[in-house]
């Protein structure tokens, strides 16, 4: 497990504004650890499909988002990575403006795969979305799409 506080982690994510669906989103994790990833984000314009309310694929985003963080905190002091293989998200509340507020934890934490439960909730702590995400546990030296799985790019 990576060393120093949840929201020490989060913080330095937040900050290295990494290029990639998380910063177009503006997803801002709150704490983050193995065990445990929370985040929030505001709705914009960006976020609504045709009928004016947030898309469900960014529920379902932040879902898997927060799981692949949580898992790969989880997965890299032994040196791993991990890639989704599954999302299954439901969309329980249609939400139009304000903030979501979402987390993540593991069921599952084994060898080769991690099961990973989200929620999205509005700022009347609604629920709004949940899902489940199942992630492959990959070794140290994998390869995907021709690049090192650690490697940015």
Known sequence: MAEGA???????????????????????????TGDGVEAELDIGPQHRQAYGIVHGGVHAGIIETLASVGAALHALPDGRSVVGLENHTSFLRAVRSGKLRAGARPLDRGRRTQVWEGSVHDEEGRLCATGR?????????????????????
Request: proline share 6%; charged share 20%.
């Open 6 to 32: 949840p929201e020490d982690f989060a913080a330095a994510f937040n900050a290295a504004n990494i290029d990639g669906w998380v910063s177009a989103m503006g997803l801002r994790l709150l704490r983050a």
């Open 133 to 153: 995400v199942r992630l492959l546990v990959l070794e140290p030296d994998a390869v995907l799409a021709g690049q090192r799985a650690g490697a940015p790019g």
